[in-house]
């Protein structure tokens, strides 16, 4: 590719970009490239002015969009919150009208699967399906989907489908009139406003899931705010389970509330939080009782003093006692991992066990379970985990400490480059974030299929995260 025509495809890029955070990698530059060269000789123009003639809402700007979007997918993923779903949600509207909103829906799999498991339990069920995509809801509208989309990870689900489709060595397709209960549509979840929806109800289940990726956290606040606006009360948002652990809780509207069920976290809509108020007001008649009397001030000073003291007396005594209570916990619970780690050290229930603790927000339990693997060939794991509790943590220097000692312990590693590289692009420290995202992404084509330390994968494809790495490593965002 000539440099001009690169210059034009990175000035598209950041039109791209602000339209609908989604970022370019450079490794899609040559077939934008060819699009672009395609479509200009379409409409008679040269490259340069075909570029710079395109603007938002207008249908070419809709097909380079199109172009771009990168879509991971499948039927009945993350299984757990099906079973969420299908034992505690769905029995509640039985007999009632439920209605859900997939606000990033890609080629469908998504909401077909909870069509299935609603019509499975007799459920009366309104689904909306929307994407920025037009090629994704162009394939969802056909219905018909390689073999690939059904995964291990919700197989046990996927007989639901069976009286909806038929299946043939490579396909499974759907028929029409199961596509036709679903209502899909084109919404930009940045730039399209939220009165623009085709429907105006309010829903109970919003599914927005494994897009936040891409945003920054201002944009992550102004699409959830955005979404929202359309939840009923006590309605649901669902985000991905890879994303609801390192989900700042200043993104999140006062009216959600963050639950869970066993391993499944969701938010709830309810009540705003009022506690800012009655700040205000305690603070308001604490001035206005100073003004009174300042001699009476004083006095309920001393009096404090006196109670604070006798109260840190108190809380002394008791602090020595639960700091040796935790101690004894602490050897009783490390003892434990080293007979359990003795017998055979399991990477990938360990590592759910520490993002388990860290969804529940008890940092401190997932450190011990960290501290707990032994052995000389398991440190590099035991750093990993502990970098990977402090960046949840948001204590970025620790953990950028933790990832360098598993990385230096184990150059191949590649989820300790990877995040690696996200602490130290957070930190600020661009140039070296760089170099561990492009080791990665060499680490990862290079093991090809035998890709080690799959743990660390979730429900994403080994190719996702090196698409990622190949964003990062080119200056995309989050």
């Known amino acids: 590719m000539d440099k001009q025509t690169e210059v034009l495809i990175e000035g598209l890029n950041s039109k791209i970009l602000a339209f609908s955070g989604i970022y370019v990698a450079k490794s899609q530059y040559e077939s934008l490239a060819n699009y672009i060269k395609k479509r200009a000789e379409v409409k008679e123009v040269s490259v340069s002015d075909y570029c710079n003639s395109l ?7 809709d097909r380079i969009i199109n172009q771009v979007t990168v879509n991971e997918t499948y039927f009945f993923r993350e299984v757990k919150q099906f079973e969420f779903l299908e034992k505690e949600v ?54 018909q989907y390689s073999t690939y989309s059904l995964r ?23 028929r029409p009139e199961f596509l036709n209960r679903i209502h899909s549509f084109k ?11 085709p429907f105006a109800e309010e829903v109970d289940i919003i599914f927005m899931r494994n ?47 963050k639950k869970n069920n066993a391993q499944v976290y969701y938010f709830e809509k ?65 003892e434990k991992l080293k007979k ?27 450190r011990l379970i960290a501290r707990g693997i032994n052995g000389p060939d398991e440190k590099k794991y035991s750093f ?35 995040y690696h590289g996200m602490v130290l692009r957070d930190l600020g420290k661009t140039e070296s974030a760089l170099k561990c995202f492009s080791k990665c992404k060499n680490l990862i084509n290079n093991f090809g299929k035998d890709l080690p330390y799959d743990f660390a994968l979730d429900s994403f494809s080994p190719a996702y995260i090196s698409s990622l790495c190949e964003i990062f490593s080119n200056g995309g965002r989050m």
Not at 161 to 172: F, G, M, N
């Open 55 to 61: 603007s938002a809402d207008t249908l070419e700007f």
């Open 90 to 143: 769905f029995p509640q509207f039985i007999g009632k009208n439920l209605t859900i909103w997939t606000c990033c829906c890609s080629t469908g799999e998504e909401p077909l699967s909870l069509l299935a498991l609603a019509l499975s339990m007799n459920i009366n069920i309104t689904i909306y399906a929307s994407d920025i995509d037009d090629n994704a809801l162009k394939i969802f509208s056909r219905g």
């Open 152 to 174: 291990s990870d919700g197989q046990k689900y996927h007989k639901l489908l069976d009286s909806y489709s038929q299946k043939t060595e490579s396909q499974i397709i759907f």
């Open 187 to 197: 919404f930009n979840l940045i730039q399209d406003e939220i009165s623009s929806l």
């Open 211 to 257: 897009v936040f990726i891409y945003f920054d956290k201002e944009t992550r606040k102004m699409v959830t705010n955005k979404v929202c606006q359309r939840l009923k009360k006590n309605g649901i948002l669902f985000f991905s389970m890879n994303e609801i652990g390192s989900i700042d809780k200043n993104i999140i509207p006062d009216t959600l509330h």
């Open 270 to 334: 309810g009540e705003a939080d009022k506690k800012t108020a009655s700040q205000i007001i305690a603070s308001t008649e604490l001035k206005r009782k100073e003004k009174e009397s300042q001699i009476a001030r004083e006095k309920v000073r001393r009096e404090v003093e006196k109670i604070k003291q006798q109260k840190l007396e108190q809380e002394k005594l008791e602090q020595e006692k639960f700091v040796q209570e935790k101690l004894e916990q602490e050897k009783v619970l490390s």
């Open 340 to 366: 359990e780690n003795s017998k055979k050290f399991d990477a990938k229930q360990t590592y759910e066990m520490v993002c388990m603790e860290i969804n529940r927000g008890d940092f401190e339990k997932a």
């Open 384 to 418: 990993f985990m502990l970098g990977y509790i402090e960046y949840h943590a948001d204590n970025r220097a620790e953990a950028e400490n933790f990832f360098a000692s598993a990385e230096s312990l184990s150059p191949g590693f590649w989820p300790a480059v990877f």
